[in-house]
């Protein structure tokens, strides 16, 4: 560009600078380089151009970009200011531009130094931060006016009047109740003429059970809580428990740094309580799959980065998920930070995938914590009492006199029975696949084929054909057994099935099996591998080419110490892999040899002489199998005859040993009942690497648990685990959290955070319109000990709060969305306070908290079966399950109820700070057609005939203050009498039907009311509930 | 007034400063809506989407040397390592399997169909080849999220979504963005992410109709109610807003007192496109006699016909059941069935109603099946896994070529060929010509509507997310 030009330009725009106020880089010049610049000069190398980075100083001024104090020898000025398409910054592909007033201000905050500062979100706000002065000091309340008045004042703006008495009452009722206040709330409001009368009423709101329930339901949409898994055949979970959580809570005004804590790492807590590992639920109840084919890896590392995104949202108001797969474009956030941040929360025994099949909804993924009811407690601590007094009794008798004498005895003439010997499969002679045993099972071979083998005939299997054999009454992890086969492997496969019964498929079997890995046995009871199973390995291979006999038992206990490998009749050295089983497992519908669907079989190998036990076999009888011979042909030594003794011939022993199974059987039976909820269970810590490209495949270097650089270091005295992240998360010095947690909270109650993008405080984030606010409130909020009744209270008793709500002309002009709060905050009703506004007024609203979900009434067709063959019909309650408050409504997240989605609700699949309100014609639709709408007004105006006086004029008064909590005007009583004469006439006639008007809905309509009154009445309610003066909150 | 975009500011979305209330009419939720990038080749788009992921072997990519082959092991030289589901990963063999179905030539164009579309095969010229789209999921949900939303991760926008808050819809009276499906069991769910508004808001959620009492949920009067007992209800609502307008001076009053009127037509408008009854038997006899019976795939078309009519920009058909891991001989001939004689009637009458021009159709899966069998290859019988490496699909009008084919497959049906005829591995970072992934596929449909996908944006996050990613590349080669 010609120098003159650019001179002409340059000076054009140094003179409409503004004199005087210095240029803040924070708030005004790093807003406009982190759009328009970071991508390409940011703090990703992978995207970088030039070499230059515009984010830090020291390049940009040694690249010549900016030279300090001289805008006309700075490049990044000649580029901005530049006309030829060639040379233009942003260039033309990026589709960005820069304002003149943008361009200027670069120029001037040049002339002024280009001083850098961090941003302002990564700064910890000041311990003290001063109250601004302001002019009208008779309109402040308490500090956060001060704020907002400054700069109303500044400006120019004057605030709003006081809101009518009725018109706050209503706002915050529904603002901390999710509810309309009654007339009676309403009446002694306006009578009370003390000077705590706001307060108070603050006070009785903040003590209802009611205010947990409507705070929770921000906090679920930001913890993406559903009753379901999300991905494809998105089956049910209860996760409800911790929804009951997160509302008590709120409800015992839990302090936030506790709330925090808890959620993240309860677990870790010394002493921790079930409540607070519960709460840890949070990180778990992201989505999972469990559809066929899917790789658990892929899974498990999704999962993992749902807790980064969901913490880094949630907590630090970052987008973290920009950095799975490159540095961040714009904060400086690096993928090194984003790794070393999932390292905290990736050392849980997680398999990555959840179970389907005949498990799904039954198996949850491990780690997950039971959840007794208190009458199952005390069974299964009595039960757990019967157990170890089994386990005494059987141990003492086997080294008492008497036990001693038996074998004695029994020594001198012995006798060899063999029982439970349930099954032998010899595949010989005409009837190869024949239980030898005599029942009348049979082996199944698919393509198979017999061929030879060191005992005479057996299967040569190809891989993919199981050799398929009943289940034989072993169906719980309690009862003891033995399986023993020839076994002739090919090679050293990667993985084969040697034999299992299992439920559920791809990888994630529930049930027991017998597998070879690189060449070693591994012998496994899961319920779910690795969260909860009891698993065994050989620690030599199995050579390969040659036959050789095993043997697998297990006593029943369910411990990895209870599971014994014999190789050729001998009892081998084991490595136990896990022991973490502490439920029942879920078998499949047979013993799968050689093979099972979707597995790696033994292919090109061979099997023979399959046994099955219902006993864990003593060595003496593993030896006799191995040779194919009666234990009594062996030479056994005292101990191995003494172990068979006991365990296969002495009736005193055998009988202890069943009373010690019975009592197994019995407290597993007690526990398939108890209910668990996915949580956090911390391991040793997992290797966690940097994935390349965000891929699972492609792992980078191992990361240490890490906290990034530009954030206050990790406290010295806190352990490198998820418990220590949570309290640095929560320390005083902290510049997101409280920030962030405000902010939130700001948003609940003023409709729009300080910080707009509540999700995100980086640098692409918008501005905070009140900056000194937000540092006042977060300084105060950890003061007074994260008090969040405290904050919110504080909110509401503002004079900015109080403000009427009304639009003036001049604020339509000047700030139509209310940035500046020179009015009061007017917002439509959420989906969840519509529908219980609505219940509430009707009277049918049933006000018990937590528990299951509820399945209200739902448009047919629009829910699960019509989407999903994997879900069963939606069948809506019956009674109370149809009017319980709308956050209990089962939230399927693959089928959403459409009635609540058209009420702009999230779909729970992901974490979201807020909702966008909307104004569509699909609203209407539903707040005058649905049913829960119906018969809420059919019951209301049951309420308005019964309630509301006599006549006409004195029921429509009633009832539109009911719903208003406002007094009726003439005109309005004009059209409401109207309406009912209308409607009355309608039904009179017959063009309206009363009689099928009042079916709607299950709750009958009092017969003692006239049909056509009330359904005239129900039509004057309907119009109440749908006016604007009942669905928004001004 | 106007269904997706009331003029005055619905949302409470951050405006620019200092604007004033004059300029909010140009504002769709504080940002200028915006008009085509460049003039529009179409109006708008019917999706036909076939989810489960056809078999393209026994469709449309004609191998005869998988007849050959027939189960034989698929080299690894043409697998290369190249990731399998965990439904076939660990069979001892993966036998290559023919198509059992009979291919011909048809039309002008001699595109190869096989038997089972023969209604298809009939209208080949008009219809536009893609023989080589890829994607990246391998299943269903991470890929049908892919194809409807350009990202495999939850919670973004679906395609009609971006499409309706780019260009809004014509249509005062109904939804800009309508999903169909048909009603009948499903092996594969379908998810109401899939029409989600994502981060965008509420207005442009797809809206299913449905082939029940109410094509739209809650459209009917309660039981008992007249239709001038609602409209006196209605009134009086109106009037009592309009006072609390005169006080509160809030816009949104007056938009809501508008959404309750364009509720009330949509109760007269919604039955009347739904309800095929005036349709004249020369146009059911086109869709066949499964049009009769309400939610069939045939009846779907028939009524994407009409809302396309009618100006729907947004028109999206799911139609379940493709997923032949097993039994695909017979199970593929019904599926064809169900479809093929509605996708070409939608064809044929687009065309006789001079709609085609401007209505870009598309057909296609969230992926293809392999070539060889998942589980037992038999004489008669064999099944597919997933295979998202190269699939077939196919779009018509619209401005894209029609009797034409881009993109060709190895003889094994399993890689991408490049121009040269040797195989590549396509890149979507790069535009790989021969190759169409999912974003060049969304890329394309979006230029045909007017749209440039870089431009197309939405700040959420700090970050403008487009429906591509930072990827896609308009196809060039398949428009006309």
């Known amino acids: 560009m010609p120098m003159l030009r650019l001179l002409v330009l340059f000076t054009a725009l140094a003179l409409s600078a503004r004199a005087g106020d210095a240029v803040s880089y924070s708030h005004e010049v790093l807003p406009l380089l982190s759009d328009n610049c970071f991508l390409c000069h940011g703090p990703d190398a992978g995207t970088r151009e030039a070499d230059l980075r515009l984010d830090r100083r020291e390049v940009a001024v040694a690249t010549g970009a900016i030279v300090p104090g001289k805008p006309g020898d700075s490049s990044l000025v000649a580029r901005i200011l530049s006309a030829n398409p060639d040379e233009q910054m942003p260039p033309a592909k990026s589709h960005l531009s820069l304002s003149d007033d943008e361009k200027d201000l670069l120029v001037r905050w040049i002339k002024e130094g280009a001083k850098y500062e961090k941003h302002w979100a990564f700064v910890t706000p000041a311990e003290k931060v001063p109250v601004p002065k302001v002019k009208n000091d008779a309109w402040i309340r308490n500090p956060i006016d001060t704020f907002i008045l400054a700069k109303l004042e500044s400006e120019g703006l004057a605030p709003a009047e006081a809101a009518p008495r009725e018109r706050w009452l209503r706002r915050v009722t529904y603002d901390f109740t999710g509810l309309p206040p009654t007339q009676e709330e309403l009446d002694a409001f306006l009578a009370d003429e003390s000077a705590q009368a706001f307060e108070k009423v603050v006070d009785r709101l903040l003590d209802s059970p009611r205010y947990g329930e409507r705070m929770s339901v921000p906090w679920l949409d930001l913890a993406r809580y559903a009753d379901s898994f999300g991905y494809q055949a998105d089956i049910q979970t209860d996760a409800w428990p911790y929804r009951d959580w997160v509302i008590d809570a709120f409800n ?165 029975p063999r029982p439970e010997f349930t099954a032998h499969f010899g595949f010989e002679g005409k009837n190869p696949n024949s239980n030898l045993r005599g029942t009348k099972d049979e082996a199944k071979y698919g393509r198979n084929e017999l061929g030879a083998s060191p005992v005479g005939q057996g299967v040569h299997t190809n891989g993919d054909d199981a050799v398929g054999l009943p289940s034989f009454g072993i169906e719980h992890s309690e009862q003891p057994m033995s399986i023993s086969l020839w076994i002739m492997p090919a090679e050293d496969y990667p993985r084969a099935v040697v034999f299992a019964n299992t439920s559920s498929f791809d990888a994630n079997y529930s049930g027991y099996e017998l597998l070879l890995e690189e060449g070693r046995l591994r012998w496994t009871l899961a319920r779910e591998f690795p969260g909860c199973a009891a698993s065994v390995a050989t620690t030599d291979k199995l050579p390969t080419g040659e036959w050789t006999h095993v043997t697998v038992a297990s006593d029943g206990s369910h411990k990895a110490a209870g599971l014994k490998i014999f190789l050729n009749g001998e009892l081998v050295e084991m490595k136990i892999i896990k022991d973490t089983m502490t439920r029942d497992y879920h078998i499949g519908n047979g013993l799968n040899v050689a093979a099972r669907g979707r597995d790696f079989g033994l292919r090109g190998g061979a099997v023979d002489e399959i046994t099955v036990h219902k006993r864990a076999l003593t060595a003496l009888e593993v030896r006799a199998l191995h040779g194919g011979v009666d234990p009594g042909e062996l030479d056994a030594g005292e101990s191995q005859l003494r172990e068979y003794f006991y365990s296969a011939v002495d009736s005193k022993a055998r009988e202890l040993t069943a009373n010690l199974n019975t009592s197994r059987t019995a407290l597993r039976e007690v526990d398939d009942k108890v209910r668990e909820i996915v949580t956090m269970r911390e391991i040793d810590p997992v290797p966690h690497y940097i994935l390349e490209r965000g891929d699972y495949t492609m792992r980078g270097e191992q990361v240490k648990r890490e906290t990034p650089d530009w954030l ?168 109370e399950g149809l009017y319980r408050r709308s956050l209990y409504t089962f939230w399927r997240r693959t089928t959403t109820p459409p009635n609540m989605m058209v009420f702009d609700t999230p779909t729970r699949d992901v974490c979201a700070t807020r909702r966008m309100p909307t104004n569509t014609p699909l609203q209407p639709l539903v707040t005058l057609n649905d049913p829960q709408y119906v018969e809420a007004a059919r019951k209301l105006g049951e309420r308005i005939l019964r309630e509301g006086g006599q006549s006409d004029a004195d029921r429509a008064a009633w009832a539109w203050r009911e719903v208003t909590s406002r007094e009726v005007q003439p005109k309005q009583l004009e059209v409401l009498t109207g309406l009912l004469a209308e409607q009355r006439e309608f039904f009179r006639s017959g063009s309206s039907q009363a009689s099928k008007l009042l079916k709607v809905g299950e709750a009958a309509a009092d017969a003692k009311l006239d049909a056509i009154e009330l359904a005239a009445h129900s039509a004057l309610a309907q119009a109440l509930l749908n006016l604007d003066a009942h669905i928004t909150r001004r | 007034m106007n269904f997706m975009q009331h003029p005055l500011s619905i949302t409470r979305r951050r405006l620019l400063q200092g604007l004033g209330a004059t300029a909010l009419s140009s504002l769709v939720q504080g940002r200028t809506l915006i008009a085509p990038h460049t003039a529009p080749k179409a109006k708008r788009v019917i999706y036909l989407f076939m989810s489960g992921g056809p078999a393209q072997h026994d469709l449309f990519d004609h191998k005869p040397m998988l007849q050959e082959l027939n189960g034989q092991a698929l080299p690894d030289s043409v697998r290369q390592g190249q990731r399998l589901t965990g439904m076939s990963a660990n069979q001892s063999i993966l036998p290559l399997a023919g198509s059992q179905f009979e291919f011909a030539r048809h039309g002008e164009s001699g595109a190869w169909v096989s038997e089972l579309l023969p209604h298809t095969a009939g209208v080949v010229d008009d219809l536009c080849f893609v023989k080589s789209l890829w994607t990246e999921a391998i299943n269903h949900d991470p890929a049908m999220t892919f194809f409807a939303t350009g990202s495999q991760i939850a919670g973004r926008p679906s395609i009609g979504s971006w499409v309706t808050y780019g260009l809004g819809s014509p249509n005062d009276n109904l939804p800009g963005f309508v999903v169909l499906v048909t009603r009948k069991p499903t092996d594969q769910p379908l998810y109401a992410r899939l029409w989600g508004n994502g981060f965008l808001d509420s207005r442009y959620q797809g809206v299913r109709f449905s082939s029940g009492k109410d094509p739209v949920f809650y459209l009917s009067n309660p039981d008992g109610v007249c239709q001038s007992g609602r409209r006196a209800l209605l009134d009086s609502i109106s009037k009592l807003n309009q006072f609390d307008y005169e006080s509160e001076m809030d816009p949104e009053i007056e938009a809501r007192i508008s959404q309750y009127e364009m509720a009330y037509r949509m109760q007269t408008s919604v039955p009347e496109v739904t309800d095929l009854s005036d349709e004249p038997e ?169 749209l440039d996908h870089t431009r197309l944006t939405h700040t959420y996050q700090g970050r403008r997310f487009r429906l591509t990613d930072v990827h896609g590349h308009v196809v060039k080669d398949l428009l006309a």
């Not at chain 1, 079930?274 to 999972?288: P, S, V």
């Not at chain 1, 980086?762 to 606010?773: C, D, F, K, T």
């Not at chain 1, 009703?829 to 209200?856: H, I, N, W, Y």
Request: net charge neutral; aromatic share 8%; proline share 6%.
């Open chain 1, 712 to 879: 206050p270091p990790f406290p010295e005295d806190q352990p490198s685990n998820r418990l220590g992240f949570a309290r640095w998360l929560t320390m005083s010095n902290h510049p997101l959290t409280a920030r962030v947690t405000i902010n939130r909270l700001w948003q609940e109650i003023f409709g729009r955070g300080i910080v707009e993008t509540s999700e995100n405080f980086g640098l692409q984030g918008s501005q905070p319109s009140h900056p000194a606010l937000l540092d006042w409130l977060a300084r105060d909020f950890i003061t007074s000990g994260w008090d969040q009744k405290r904050a919110l209270k504080q909110m509401v008793l503002s004079a900015s709060y109080r403000q009427d709500s009304r639009m003036r002309a001049e604020l339509l002009k000047r700030d139509p969305e209310n940035v500046l709060l020179a009015r009061g905050p007017a917002r439509r009703l959420t989906a969840e306070m519509m529908r219980d506004s609505a219940l509430a007024l009707s009277g049918l609203l049933v006000d018990r908290v937590g528990g299951p979900p509820t399945k209200p009434y739902q448009a047919p067709g629009s829910m699960w079966k019509t989407l999903n063959n994997f879900l069963p019909e939606y069948k809506a309650d019956k009674g």
């Open chain 1, 252 to 416: 015992r005004n839990l302090p936030i740094d506790q709330f925090i804590i808890e959620q993240l790492a309860g677990d870790l807590l010394p002493e921790a309580t079930r409540d607070q590992k519960l709460a840890t639920a949070f990180n778990r109840i992201h989505r999972k799959t469990n559809e066929g084919g899917s790789v658990p890896e892929e899974f498990r590392q999704d999962g993992i980065s749902d807790r980064v995104h969901t913490v880094g949202t949630a907590f630090l108001g970052l987008t973290m998920e920009c950095a799975r797969c490159h540095d961040h474009k714009y904060d400086p956030v690096t993928m090194l930070d984003y790794y070393e941040m999932g390292a905290f929360f990736n050392s849980i025994d997680e398999f990555g995938l959840i179970q389907g099949g005949s498990n799904k909804g039954v198996v949850l993924p491990a780690p997950a914590l039971k959840l007794p009811t208190s009458e199952q407690e005390t069974q299964l601590t009595k039960l757990e009492a019967a157990e170890r007094k089994a386990t005494t009794e059987l141990e003492s008798y086997l080294t008492s006199v008497d036990a001693k004498k038996a074998f004695e005895i029994w020594k001198e003439k012995p006798d060899y």
């Open chain 2, 282 to 450: 020369s146009v059911k006899e086109l869709y066949g006699p499964d049009v009769e019976e309400p939610g069939t795939f045939a009846a779907n078309c028939l009524m994407a016909r009409r809302l396309a009519e009618r100006g729907v920009r947004f028109i999206q058909l799911y139609h379940p059941g493709w997923d032949q891991h097993g039994n695909l001989p017979k199970n593929l001939r019904r599926q064809c069935k169900e479809t093929d004689q509605g996708c070409a009637a939608l064809i044929k009458d687009l065309k006789q109603r001079g709609l085609l021009d401007d209505t870009l159709v598309i057909w296609s899966g969230e992926f293809g099946r392999t070539s060889y069998s998942q589980g037992t290859l038999t004489k008669t019988n064999y099944g597919r896994d997933h295979h998202p490496r190269c699939f077939t699909g196919w779009m018509a009008g619209g401005g894209v070529k029609p009797g034409f084919s881009y993109g060709a497959t190895d003889d094994y049906g399993y890689n991408i060929l490049g121009p040269d005829g040797a195989p590549i591995e396509p890149s979507k970072d790069h535009f790989t010509p021969g190759a169409v992934h999912v974003h060049d596929l969304h890329a394309t449909i979006l230029h045909q509507l007017g």
